[in-house]
């Protein structure tokens, strides 16, 4: 559609209409209609202008439909703000004058689904319908997605650039473009939202996401990084602040976009008590009021329009709100003949249940005798009779059996002066009358808790004489004539004291076991979180609660520091080890000052011999190498963090890309960032971390490709696509095979061989610690327990801290003594998982009673697939004595034999038909997929391959950049060598073995293995025989019989063991 006009107005207009600092002066209620309407279209259009007529806000849904040609829509311009969805269906209009409206936030969607639906916006029969959306304002859309189709004369909206505007990239958005090329629609070949060219798109840096930076949250004001708009804008910003926002996200306080409204309550760090916050605002819509509006109450923080089932409606200080019902809540219910009951005349089986729990009728209770008593049973019925002003039944003397009714004679007086019960004379009579505690209001039925209201008080339901002040198993107060529970912590009292004055733990005379500040409580506070440390109290003589010394950590017994627990007023002792102790520090002292005036002694003698000999060594020669690696400083402006891959006590891993300052290539990579809020320690130790990794460089070893030294440290190492070898196996257990798993044992043994000559223990090795850059290359990593021995070191001695108990040898348990040959115990274990498809090991085990078993002689049972030679190999490395257990050179060498005939090792069902693992399988790489595909990217070795032709280090300080061009040329041409050379090294060398190595090499490890053989054959061989996977290679001779096939795994291990 040619290139667009990324953006929705020119900057100059934003601003002038940028963004409310306070609350719109009107706001409306939306509808919930959907496609319902009114069958007289004028009433429709009338209904619509008076809700929306100086509408700013609208609180809910905006539904325009079934509004025919040549309305007035004129007055929906005022609207900026939608806090549910827009509607836009069946109408003939041409025009929609949305020009204002800057954000729709979707708390309700249509459908489910869509934040903004136009659809069937024509006249079937006619040339009428939508043609232009004058939506040209329209920055966001909070929630829900966008349905756009069957609008016959709709022009340009596909051209827009709606991702932009949806905030949830997985909304659905469904757009169809209009039949619209013979209808009069000007193509303009940008983003437009309807003919004009003044409604186009113009480029503007306030609004959209599309030219700001990598770092940015959402949206800028400008293409650098210090431009980013504050995270809570909505709909862009004229600047960085809180304040400079066109729209909030969630909430607008006075002007400031904000996360929530001010609290009503905040924690008073000085009285340890919850209080009312004076700049408390409530929640109303996306803003924060100080006061809900008048049809509004407040429920917490909240305004709403009625309180839940579970609270009532009070008024307090002026102030509307909902409070818990301390009983049964009031409850408005419709009559009889009002409401939904309008058309019912009684009340019956089918509407009784309509009357539950109500506490007020709205209209009438209407009920037939007959449904009461179950017959008719009147003796005397009178009923309706207008006329009657006196019944003059001087004669009557009694009424031998049924009831009397008399009802609705409006002129009938002195009936209610008879005493009717003395006229019943039947012996069916019950004398059933109402308690003595009822007033003389009456009663609906026998007892005290049927009473229309009590004759002195109301305990709950029932009416009582008097309440339990002074005596009863629960003590009560009056509150008028209610009889109400004291609080449990209030004492009761014997006599003529009443036991409380009001309803709560503050209104006690006397408290039952301790009074903390007004409160009665049952235990003064020892232990509470308080809002910078925890809260300690003792009880005086009196049962008052007073706070503890400030310095007291686990109680006390009274005010001072020596009253804290834990000390004791231990007066001579203190006194005799003060003394001990001034008398040691001065024998150490002394010892101090001899100690050291020896070695000042000593270095005078030692720089005197010195100086006086010339001497050029070092004068305590080591013998150990420089370490030469490089460490590269990267940018943060280099990195952008993709996704969140896992996290942990101290840091957080992210799936990122690099992008080298200046080039083009994109290098997926694994950030891993510490935490804001560890302390120094944990710095170091991160930073130990990244010169372990910087130290070391193997095929087999995660490469650290640099640091980021921002305010949170950043290490950049590869990303490994397809996860840790755990969870590898554990997912591919039905497609590995033989030759597989004994080749992960050779490289996962020649990585630690490696750090074992640069003299690295690495104390945590496991499968969850094996990372899986492809089914044939496997890379160990988790550096974070490691630790370099200088020379003269043989062992490593670990403070306290967690460790994996259940990998560890019997001497790292006990003393955490950690050695190279500790290490050899985690292979074993780690192999142990490999061959049991991610077992557990000691499954079912509490991890205190692994020491036990292992002295007891128990180790791990043998894999199902393993051979004896396998599983006797493991069972090596779990020696208790260290230094009987193999070498990692030894591991790596009987793994590398067993891996030429795997078969022969492991027995697995189906082994020789078994596929290798696709690349593409992998449950953790098809979720690295998610955000990006990785095809488009550069591999980190392929990217730092050149890098291994520059032997010599560097002569500039600044990180060497290397063109991506450049790389693939180089590439190109070294791979023309790379074929060359190899000809020349089957003629040399006369063995198919390296050659057929060569071929299984990645590549990069191809160009390394041309410059070695460029310096030293010999030296290529053994390269090739230590990187080349282990695999069965077999040569076919070309002098005699030609289809003669002789295995050479003999000859490779002949070369290994003479180049080794």
């Not at 073995?993 to 060569?998: Q, W």
């Amino acid at each position: 559609k040619g290139h667009f006009c990324t953006l929705f107005s020119n900057l100059r207009t934003l601003l002038t209409h940028s963004f409310s600092a306070t609350i719109p002066s009107v706001l409306c209620p939306g509808t919930e209609n959907k496609l319902s309407t009114l069958s007289d279209l004028d009433q429709q259009y009338r209904t619509l202008k008076k809700l929306y007529e100086n509408c700013e806000v609208v609180m809910g849904n905006l539904e325009i439909t079934s509004i025919d040609r040549n309305r007035n829509l004129s007055f929906l311009k005022s609207i900026r703000e939608v806090t549910g969805y827009v509607l836009v269906a069946l109408n003939q209009f041409d025009y929609l004058p949305l020009e204002n409206l800057r954000i729709i936030r979707g708390t309700k969607l249509y459908e489910g689904r869509y934040s903004l639906a136009i659809f069937l916006n024509y006249r079937r029969d006619g040339y009428y319908g939508l043609r232009q959306l004058g939506l040209r304002n329209l920055t966001e859309i909070l929630n829900g997605g966008v349905y756009v189709d069957q609008n016959k004369f709709l022009c340009h909206a596909d051209t827009i650039h709606w991702r932009d505007i949806i905030k949830n990239p997985q909304a659905e958005l469904l757009v169809v473009p209009s039949n619209n090329s013979n209808l009069g629609c000007e193509y303009m070949g940008g983003n437009q939202w309807n003919q004009p060219l003044k409604f186009c798109l113009f480029t503007s840096w306030a609004v959209t996401k599309t030219v700001c930076a990598e770092q940015c949250d959402g949206r800028c004001f400008g293409p650098y990084v210090s431009d980013c708009c504050h995270r809570e804008c909505a709909g862009g910003c004229s600047g960085p602040k809180d304040t400079d926002c066109f729209a909030c996200t969630n909430f607008n306080d006075s002007g400031a976009c904000v996360t929530q409204c001010p609290q009503p309550f905040v924690y008073n760090p000085t009285s340890f008590q919850l209080e009312h916050n004076p700049r408390a605002k409530y929640t109303y819509g996306a803003f924060c009021v100080k006061k809900c509006p008048h049809n509004f109450v407040v429920d917490h923080s909240s305004c709403v329009r009625a309180c839940p089932s579970n609270k009532m409606e009070v008024e307090e200080n002026r102030i509307k709100m909902c409070i818990p019902c301390t009983d049964i809540c009031p409850k408005v219910c419709d009559g009889i003949g009002t409401g939904s009951l309008q058309t019912a005349q009684t009340v019956d089986a089918s509407n009784i249940d309509k009357f539950v729990n109500c506490t007020k009728i709205n209209g009438n209770l209407i009920f037939l005798i007959t449904g009461i008593k179950g017959g008719s049973g009147i003796s005397l019925l009178i009923l309706k009779q207008r006329w009657i002003s006196s019944l003059q039944f001087q004669s009557l003397d009694e009424i031998s059996a049924g009831s009397v009714y008399i009802f609705n004679n409006s002129r009938l007086c002195f009936y209610n002066t008879v005493n009717w019960t003395s006229l019943f004379r039947t012996s069916t009579q019950q004398r059933m009358v109402c308690d003595r505690m009822c007033s003389d209001d009456g009663c609906w039925g026998p007892g005290p808790d049927q009473c229309l209201s009590c004759r002195y008080f109301r305990r709950g339901r029932t009416c009582v004489e008097s309440c339990n002040l002074f005596d009863g198993e629960m003590r009560e107060f009056a509150n008028g004539s209610v009889c109400l529970e004291c609080d449990s912590q209030c004492e009761k009292m014997d006599g003529n004291t009443m036991t409380c004055l009001g309803q709560g733990p503050d209104q006690c005379v006397k408290c039952l076991h301790f009074k903390d500040g007004p409160n009665c409580v049952e235990k003064c506070p020892d232990g509470l979180q308080g809002a910078n440390s925890f809260i300690f109290k003792y009880a005086k003589a009196n049962n008052e609660c007073h706070p503890c010394h400030a310095n007291c950590t686990q109680g006390c017994v009274g005010p001072r520091l020596q009253d804290c627990v834990g000390m004791m007023d231990r007066t001579p002792l203190i006194a005799a080890g003060i003394i001990g102790g001034l008398f040691i520090i001065v024998i150490l002292a002394l010892s101090v000052a001899v100690t050291v005036r020896r070695k000042s002694i000593k270095k005078k003698r030692a720089l005197r011999r010195f100086l006086e000999t010339e001497l050029v060594e070092p004068l305590t020669p080591s013998g150990t190498a420089p370490n030469q690696a490089q460490l590269r400083i990267l940018k943060e402006t280099e990195l952008k963090r993709v996704k969140i891959l896992g996290s942990g006590a101290f840091g957080t891993v992210y799936k990122g890309i690099w992008v080298p300052e200046g080039e083009t290539v994109k290098i997926p990579v694994a950030i891993k960032i510490l935490n804001e809020t560890t302390g120094p320690k944990a710095n170091v130790e991160f930073m130990d971390e990244a010169l372990i990794m910087a130290s070391m460089e193997h095929p087999h070893l995660v490469r650290l490709l640099g640091v980021c030294l921002s305010p949170t440290i950043q290490l950049v190492t590869q990303l490994m696509p397809h996860g840790c070898l755990l969870d590898y196996v554990h997912e591919h257990k039905d497609n590995i095979g033989s030759q597989l798993l004994l080749n992960w044992c050779v490289q996962i043994a020649k990585g630690m061989m490696y750090l074992e000559e640069r003299r690295l223990v690495h104390r945590d090795l496991a499968a969850r610690n094996v990372l899986v850059k492809s089914p044939n290359h496997i890379k160990i990593t988790d550096f974070g327990l490691a630790r370099l021995l200088d020379a003269d070191e043989k062992e490593y001695n670990a403070d306290g801290g967690k460790m994996p108990i259940k990998w560890m040898a019997l001497e790292c348990i006990h003393y955490r003594k950690f050695t190279h040959q500790s290490d050899v115990w985690s292979y074993g274990v780690t192999i142990w998982e490999l061959m049991t498809f991610g077992g557990k090991p000691y499954d079912g085990i509490p991890t205190r009673e692994i020491p036990d078993i292992l002295e007891k002689g128990e180790r791990l049972p043998q894999p199902p697939i393993c051979t004896i030679d396998v599983y006797m190999v493991m069972v090596k490395c779990w020696m208790i004595d260290a230094d009987s257990r193999p070498k990692f050179k030894e591991l790596a060498a009987e793994f590398c034999r067993m891996a030429r005939d795997p078969q022969r090792y492991l027995v697995i069902q189906g082994d020789d038909r078994m596929k290798l693992p696709s690349p593409n399988d992998s449950k953790f790489f098809q979720s690295l997929l998610d955000e990006e595909d990785l095809d488009d990217f550069m591999d980190a070795d392929e990217y730092l391959v050149p890098r291994g032709f520059n032997m010599a280090p560097p002569s500039y300080t600044t990180r060497p950049r290397v063109d991506s061009n450049r790389v693939r040329t180089l590439l190109q041409d070294t791979k023309i060598y790379a074929e060359f050379s190899f000809s020349l090294i089957k003629l040399y060398a006369g063995s198919a073995v390296c050659s057929a190595a060569f071929f299984t090499c990645p590549w990069p490890t191809a160009l390394h293995l041309i410059h070695l053989y460029s310096r030293d054959l010999s030296v290529f061989l053994f390269f090739c025989s230590l990187t080349s996977p282990c695999v069965p290679q077999k040569k076919t001779h070309t002098h005699g019989n030609p289809s003669s096939v002789v295995p050479v795994q003999g000859q490779h291990h002949y070369h290994e063991l003479k180049l080794l």
